[in-house]
């Protein structure tokens, strides 16, 4: 038995009205456009809050690491201007160059001052390793040289009879170093005329063979007199 199919009156209104057009004329039906789908805000949201929240607390970690590892330096500073300050004088200059709330600059009691270092010649002889711990005891390390201005102050207070060791060593394939990590500057140096010459001799003296003073590559072993070197201590 066929089945009875009614229709209905269907009517499509079109919205647009365009003009010219007939909005009584069966017309195809307009198919709206499916709305995008957007993603609900919730979890972006919460994502760019999440990240927002990271970043301020990574900035803040810098800062306050920048922050602590500053004051760390300067605690340090302060720390190894103080290591071996156990002496019981100091000779002080007021200095109007010095900023903020230090006036005085001192050096230990027989200590020389020159520029913004203290010098001190010990007694007694001893192999490059050793003197450099001497001077270590005494909050110092063996010269380094910076200028011709300085090796000319210190040569002026040596004996020139004597040899000294500096702080300048070569712990293999001629590789000099200074004791305090300064870099060692080919230009600025004051080998005598031949020196270095031999890669056994790894420590260096300075030294008044003939008619200069100037370094030597010797043997470390030898027992030598020596220059210790301290920064001025700053009151
Ligand atoms: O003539 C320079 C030469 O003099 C000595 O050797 C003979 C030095 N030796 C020591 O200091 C032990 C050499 O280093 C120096 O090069
Ligand atoms: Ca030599």
């Not at 170093?177 to 270095?196: C, K, L, M, S």
Request: proline share 6%; aromatic share 12%.
């Amino acid at each position: 038995m066929a089945s009875e199919i009614m229709y209905a009156e269907v009517k499509f209104k079109n919205e647009s009205n365009s003009p010219g057009t007939d909005s009584n004329s069966a017309a195809a039906p307009e198919v709206k456009p499916t709305p995008h789908l957007s993603k609900p805000a919730g979890p972006t949201l919460l994502f760019t809050s999440l990240m927002a929240l990271f970043l301020l607390l990574a900035i803040s970690f810098l800062v306050a690491f920048i922050f602590y590892f500053q004051k760390y330096s300067q605690l340090l500073e302060e720390n190894n201007a103080l290591r071996g300050l156990n002496y019981t004088e100091l000779s002080c200059t007021k200095d109007h160059s010095l900023k903020k709330d230090k006036f005085w600059s001192c050096c230990p009691k027989d200590w020389k001052p020159f520029s913004s270092h203290c010098y001190f010649i010990p007694t007694a002889s001893a192999n490059w390793s050793e003197s450099e711990e001497k001077c270590f005891s005494m909050g110092a390390h063996l010269m380094v040289v910076h200028s011709k201005e300085e090796q000319d102050f210190i040569t002026k207070i040596l004996n020139v009879h004597d040899a000294y060791f500096i702080g300048l060593s070569d712990p293999g394939h001629r590789q000099w170093r200074w004791v305090d990590q300064t870099p060692y500057n080919g230009i600025a140096t004051f080998w005598h005329p031949g020196e270095p010459n031999n890669d056994k001799e790894q420590c260096v003296i300075v030294n008044h063979p003939r008619s200069s003073w100037g370094w030597n590559d010797s043997p470390c072993s030898v027992k030598q007199k020596s220059v210790c070197q301290r920064k001025k201590i700053y009151v």
